[in-house]
């Protein structure tokens, strides 16, 4: 199954739920335990976050610090210290893309007030979220799984910040490394007033139609300098790298354009958009990005009828999709991907709540400020009873979530609806796996080829082993899985070596959560890729340092207090 999670061909939750049929077919999982993973206390844990999550998410309580952040921090270093200490900070209490999604409307504004190149911001800020998460139990998954796998095997598990004994090291090495080495690598130092704004870099997918007057018309189709990937001259597809293909006014191209150049090309009448899309005196233009749990993921652009029944239009596409042909309605849609949208504004506001994506700019208006404060000290009160050990984190967070749906912050039905349920179900479908990994005695036999290689049977040595061996694996699988396989092996090496479980299973929660060296690793990843056009070498530059900082971090750390 780790396998063909690597190969990403099959959707995970369709691979989960085919290896959670084999093990039942084959006996190693029976038909009760199969469903077992429903009721755990990792997946309720997850699914109430996700839930307070999307009623945080539509509070302005971050509006404030939005406009504080340019007054206090007036260079680039301090804006991204700032940011990145804000997101850290969010994702201790809640599953960092939650964090994430929380701060991408935030660094957006402040990107476009401060005139800063948000190549240069969007990936630390990813990364430091996935650093807030390491410090507490509830911060990723990965942490909320090998706390029950404790629980299971001594009866107790890790109190709500146990991580962060090693976690907040971790994190804070990690901060002060992307704080500084990323701006040797990314982006301009920054546009500065009056110049190019930040997200002029950006590469788009538009479909345009050639004006009249444009200096395209009469030009051969290999002198544009544009990247053409289809054209059509009245309805019919012309083979443009044919030799001597001109391109006439009145042509439409599919093309890749610089946001900054095809904004240039509108407004010049150079290029038209097709007539579906022309402006009226009630059109607004709306940025937005399509999340993990979006039902768009997957979609073709001509098959959104949320979009098209409100007449709402897309003007462009920034997306990493390799294959880009035919027509812009052909272009399949997936996590990341950043949407052009114009229409009438109230009917972009339903289909973006509707379609679960997340408006960057302009910001939706905001409710009156003294109706966000109650969900936030809900939260509040719901991380304090499971910081102090009143209540089990899934019955602390529960309560939350009444409290919410009570007094109708939270719309139970439509918030279900808009979970990220195919993660859900891989998690839901890996524990029972997971359990049987130990049950069988195949944890035992793993766990005993590990002492075979591992030098010494000290708890640092395995520690600092299983951590690499996490670290290694995370980049191609997701940091859930990671913990449910290695979690027992964990336990298993522990009770070979005769020593405690906690240090073994805080570095394999440790190691499944720290992936920065990959864009497929981590839907965090995925998204700022899409949102700042990065490469795939461009998270191995700049994930290196971070990463052998954290381990550095954490290594010392487990020495100190756990092993």
């Not at 962060?164 to 992307?178: K, T």
């Not at 290029?271 to 979006?294: C, F, G, Y």
Request: proline share 6%.
């Amino acid at each position: 199954m780790l396998i063909v999670f690597a190969l990403d061909r099959i959707r995970m939750e369709v691979v989960a739920l085919g290896g959670l049929g084999l093990g039942v077919a084959l006996g190693l999982v029976t038909p009760v335990q199969a469903f077992a993973g429903f009721s755990h206390p990792a997946f309720i844990t997850v699914v109430e976050i996700l839930l307070i999550v999307q009623v945080l998410g539509h509070s302005a309580i971050l509006d404030a610090v939005t406009r504080r952040i340019p007054v206090i921090a007036p260079t680039e270093i301090r804006v991204l210290t700032v940011l990145c200490l804000l997101t850290a900070t969010l994702s201790v209490f809640m599953n960092n893309i939650g964090a994430l999604a929380l701060m991408l409307p935030v660094v957006t504004s402040v990107c476009r007030v401060t005139a800063l190149d948000s190549r240069r911001i969007l990936m630390p800020v990813s990364f430091a979220a996935l650093l807030g998460g390491l410090c507490s139990v509830i911060g990723t998954p990965a942490n909320l799984i090998v706390s029950s796998q404790l629980a299971d095997a001594t009866g107790t598990g890790f109190t709500f910040f146990d991580f962060a004994w090693v976690g907040v090291p971790a994190a804070l090495a990690g901060l002060l490394v992307i704080v500084t080495w990323p701006r040797r690598i990314l982006g301009s130092k920054s546009t500065g007033a009056g110049r190019s704004p930040p997200q002029s870099f950006r590469t788009v997918v538009s479909e345009v139609q050639i004006g009249p007057r444009s200096p395209l018309a009469g030009t051969p189709a290999a002198d544009t300098g544009l990247t053409i990937h289809a054209m059509r001259r009245a309805g019919e597809n012309i083979l443009f790298q044919r030799r001597g293909t001109r391109i006439e006014a009145g042509d439409t191209l599919l093309i890749e354009i610089g946001l900054q150049e095809l904004e240039e090309g509108l407004a010049s009448g150079a290029l038209l958009l097709p007539k579906a899309l022309h402006s009226s005196a009630n059109t607004q233009r709306v940025e937005a990005v399509i999340m993990p749990e979006s039902v768009l993921v997957g979609s073709r652009i001509g098959a959104l009828e949320g979009l098209a029944s409100r007449g709402i239009g897309i003007i462009a596409v920034a997306t990493h999709t390799p294959r880009i042909e035919g027509s812009l309605a052909e272009l399949q849609l997936s996590v990341g991907d950043v949407l052009y949208l114009t229409g009438d504004p109230e009917a972009i506001g339903e289909a973006v709540e509707e379609a679960d994506i997340l408006p960057l700019w302009p910001k939706p208006q905001s409710e009156t400020a003294e109706s966000h404060w109650a969900p936030m000290l809900a939260f509040a009160g719901g991380v304090t009873f499971a910081a102090f050990g009143l209540a089990p984190p899934e019955l602390a967070f529960g309560l939350v979530v009444f409290f919410l749906a009570a007094t109708g912050s939270l719309n139970l039905r439509k918030g279900l609806a808009a979970l990220d349920w195919p993660i859900l179900i891989m998690l839901a479908t890996m524990i029972p796996l997971g359990l049987a990994v130990g049950s069988t005695g195949a944890a035992s036999v793993l766990a005993g080829g590990l002492m075979t290689i591992v030098p010494g049977q000290s708890a640092l040595v395995l520690s600092v082993a299983l951590l690499l061996v996490a670290v290694v694996i995370t980049p191609f699988v997701n940091n859930a899985s990671t913990a449910i396989i290695l979690g027992p092996i964990a336990l298993g090496a522990a009770t070979a070596a005769g020593i405690a479980p906690e240090p073994l299973l805080l570095a394999v929660a440790l190691g499944a959560s720290i992936d920065f060296l990959t864009p497929i690793g981590h839907h965090n990843n995925t998204i700022v890729m899409g949102l700042a056009g990065y490469r795939f070498v461009d998270f191995l530059k700049v994930g290196w340092p971070v990463t052998i900082a954290v381990i550095g971090a954490a290594t010392l750390a487990l020495r100190a207090w756990w092993a």
